[in-house]
């Protein structure tokens, strides 16, 4: 048993040498001498693979041995669950572990009874804002993957976060692991931590280029990799790995490339080397892999994957559903699956080691840029990373390509001799510090402009700026913004400028909201309320006209409040209510609150293929009645073109409310089956968040909140109206639902009372999955033992 390890729950020690942990790597060492077992601050800088997990592990079990509580934050979703079920073997210990996922909901109570609590830092944040009581009681946070500070949108969250534990929780002992990177003193000295820096890894790790007929090492060695003419570079050396035997089999490979197109189609070409090397058992395995992934999903991209897994190669990239990623993952560390093409999101997490990784594309397209971007040295140094299987491989090998001399000779300046660039704070862009600094001041971290300062102090871009300055500018301009549409309000008192968020503003920071997001949806909610004024107004000669209250800055969206005729008493004094007759006020139509939604910050966009801006201006102007707000003019051209773009989106979540295939859908708009899932998971924690505000925010009619209310239920089920009752039912899902109606079976109620061979019938034959549906139905007795299904019932269904 590691002979330095001591405050640790009994039995941890011994597990741990079960485990193969005869000694603590020297990384390991160093951060055990700096006091991580004891409480102390730690940042460790170390490669992949090299044990960051361990030392994390030191630390927040200790910190529960005396009675402490932990905190794991993790960059990923993906990652929560992985890390819960890595610690949970601490359980047998008396260690409780637990996760919080899910939509920005509060799930404080039972957290509050674990030991050590995974969460991802958007997670955490909001749990901070909703007042998660446990947040008082931690005594360790450890931070996964902290160089992600510099990501310009999830970066700010981490920073803040780790800014707000500190601060409830003066003593709080911090330990942040990073990838190696250039500045992480820096970062160890805004957490006023200690510094293990390290490169040691546990394999060696080669790393080289190909270019002709050999991969040339930086460390001076070579190894010959003859390409033939009109050969494939990158096929002939996943092929090289796969025929060079190490511990009795041949190497899998790791190929990384820039888009998604190219993972699918380096995958297909790649079954061409991985497919004729199969044994005949890896053959049946995999067959029925594909076999499981093909009856998941009926969409191209599961069938193209299905076709190439049972080959031996994959795809991995975030336009596949979670759970095919996980199954290629697994199968792969199960060295089933002999290559993975993958764009660079599968680097940054999940522990999938390869005895080769191809870096193929080192550039990628950046709309930003204009055109195609070499990747950042640490982005590379993380894919090359992967290579090495701990116990398997002798070393692990990385091989960036190059078609000719030159490039061959920038490859090894750019990345091969090159150090890590240093992390840098992204903090002080405008929409990062919009939704921080309102959710500062409404959970009472600051109450004054000063206050609000101070506490920005705290974070690392504070520790690493030369510019004073600029923070405070930035500030005080998103203070403006947030005052204008009324979610803090300012008081100057003397010197002293005093900040409280308002009724609205607590609601905006507690449901996750950008401020901007709130601001448009608001907006648009009361444009119900303001047109149907209008419609009645040009009926009654200008009766219905609205008051506008505060803010006199024109048109501009969110900026003022409207008020109801009636409610301040003046327009309607013959008691008659302006819509009252015979002008119906405008229909809320799920597309215009899919629209809505679609066009705040928050829900990633869809971008205009050729094409596509015809269609769908065609589409604009033929539903033009349905946009809550003005639509933009044509000329206009940068705010016109956004509205189309999530005009797209909001067709897209449309379609899926109207029941259409998933395959027509990803076929229709050019996405993943993943990527329909994200849309439908992003627009209905917005509706969700736009209902809540419909009900709080002045001027908003109870007609808008049921409208919203069931468009985002038939977004959550992907159905049509008259299937709501029947998806809610579990296991039913869209499709069964759609059947089970043709069939005759149009309710919850009517599956408790209807003929079993129907709903046999209907759900094809299934028995279980039947037994199960009308169990879950509430059914007495749903045992479909002896039941023969209606084939009438799923012809009519079919
Ligand atoms: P990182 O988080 O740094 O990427 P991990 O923590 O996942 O790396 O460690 C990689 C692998 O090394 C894991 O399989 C882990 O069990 C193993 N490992 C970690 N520390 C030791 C040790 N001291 N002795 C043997 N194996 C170890």
Not at 255 to 278: H, I, Q, W
Not at 441 to 453: E, I, K, M, N
Request: proline share 4%; net charge negative; charged share 30%.
């Amino acid at each position: 048993q590691p002979s330095s390890l001591s405050g640790l729950p009994a039995g941890v020690g011994e597990a741990l040498e079960a485990e193969g942990v005869a000694e603590l790597y020297p990384p390991q060492e160093a951060a055990v001498e700096a006091g991580v077992a004891d409480g102390e601050s730690l940042v460790a800088a170390v490669p992949t693979a090299s044990g960051k997990t361990l030392i994390a592990e030191l630390a927040m079990l200790s910190a529960v041995e005396r009675g402490g509580k932990a905190l794991y934050i993790v960059p990923l979703r993906a990652l929560a669950s992985e890390k819960k079920t890595e610690f949970e073997r601490w359980e047998e210990f008396g260690v409780t572990v637990g996760v919080s996922t899910g939509n920005y909901e509060s799930d404080g109570e039972w957290l509050a009874t674990r030991d050590i609590i995974v969460a991802t830092s958007e997670k955490v944040d909001s749990l901070i804002r909703n007042g998660a009581p446990w947040i008082d009681d931690l005594t360790c946070v450890v931070s996964d993957e902290v160089h992600l500070v510099d990501d310009p949108n999830r970066g700010p969250t981490l920073e803040v976060t780790l800014a707000k534990l500190r601060k409830v929780n003066p003593g709080l002992q911090t330990v942040a692991l990073s990838a190696t990177v250039g500045n992480a003193d820096v970062i160890a000295e805004w957490l006023d931590a200690e510094l293990v820096e390290s490169d040691w890894r546990p394999i060696d790790l080669r790393m080289g280029v190909h270019f002709g007929n050999a991969i040339d090492f930086a460390d001076g060695s070579k190894r010959e990799v003859p390409v033939e003419r009109g050969e494939d570079q990158t096929a002939r050396l996943v092929a090289d790995a796969l025929d060079t035997e190490e511990d009795g089999q041949g190497g899998s490979s790791l190929v990384f490339v820039n888009s998604r197109r190219n993972a699918e189609s380096s995958a297909r070409k790649l079954t061409d080397v991985t497919g004729p090397r199969l044994t005949d058992d890896e053959r049946d395995q995999l067959r029925e892999l594909a076999e499981e992934i093909r009856s998941g999903s009926d969409t191209d991209t599961a069938s193209d994957l299905a076709d190439a897994v049972e080959q031996g190669s994959a795809f991995h990239h975030a336009g596949l559903r979670s759970e095919d990623r996980a199954r290629v993952e697994d199968a792969f560390r199960d060295r089933l699956i002999k290559c993975i093409s993958a764009t660079p999101t599968l680097a940054a997490g999940v522990n999938t080691p390869a005895r080769r990784v191809i870096v193929r594309d080192w550039r990628r397209y950046d709309g930003e840029f204009g055109g195609m971007k070499p990747l950042d040295v640490l982005e590379v140094h993380q894919m090359c990373g992967r290579a090495g299987r701990p116990g398997l491989d002798p070393y692990g090998e990385a091989v960036l390509l190059a078609n000719d001399a030159d490039t061959k000779e920038e490859l090894f300046e750019r990345y091969l001799w090159a150090d890590p660039e240093p992390v840098r704070s992204k903090l002080a862009a405008e929409p990062a510090l919009r939704t921080h600094v309102l959710a500062t001041v409404a959970s009472g971290f600051a109450s004054t402009r000063d206050g609000l300062l101070s506490f920005l102090d705290n974070t690392l871009y504070a520790t690493q700026t030369d510019d004073e300055g600029r923070l405070a500018a930035v500030t005080d301009t998103v203070l403006d913004y947030l005052a204008v549409n009324e979610f803090v309000e300012r008081d100057r008192d003397g010197g002293r400028e005093s900040l409280t968020a308002t009724g609205i503003g607590h609601t905006v920071s507690r449901l996750y909201l950008d401020p901007m997001s709130a601001a448009e949806m608001i907006d648009g909610l009361r444009s119900v309320a303001r047109d149907a004024a209008g419609a009645a107004a040009s009926d009654e000669g200008g009766a219905g006209e609205f008051v506008r209250t505060g803010g006199d800055d024109g048109d501009e969206p969110g900026f003022g409040t409207y008020t109801r005729p009636g409610e301040d008493g003046e327009e309607s004094e013959e008691g008659e209510t302006p819509d009252g007759s015979d002008t119906s006020p405008p229909e809320v139509t799920p597309l215009g609150l899919y629209h809505l939604v679609s066009r705040t910050p928050d829900m990633y966009e869809l971008y205009l293929k050729s094409g596509d801006r015809e269609e769908y201006t065609e589409l604009c102007y033929e539903r033009e009645s349905e946009f809550l707000g003005d639509v933009p003019s044509e000329y206009e051209d940068v705010r016109f073109e956004d509205w189309l773009a999530s005009l797209k989106t909001a067709r897209l979540l449309e379609d899926w409310a109207n029941e259409v295939d998933e395959d027509r859908i990803t076929e229709r708009y050019g996405v993943g089956p993943g990527d329909i899932r994200g849309k439908v998971d992003t627009a209905e924690w917005l509706l969700r968040a736009a209902e809540t505000l419909a009900r709080d925010v002045e001027g908003v009619g109870g007609d808008v909140v049921v409208a919203v209310r069931e468009a985002r239920k038939r977004i959550e089920y992907g159905v049509r109206e008259e299937l709501l009752d029947l998806a809610g039912v579990r296991n039913v899902g869209r499709k069964r639902a759609r059947r089970l109606f043709e069939a005759g079976i149009e309710t919850r109620a009517d599956l408790r009372e209807a003929d079993k061979a129907v709903v046999l019938g209907a759900l094809r034959g299934r028995e279980r999955t039947a037994e199960r549906i009308l169990e879950h139905a509430g059914r007495e007795d749903p045992s479909m033992d002896d039941v023969r299904p209606d084939k009438s019932a799923s012809a009519a269904a079919t």
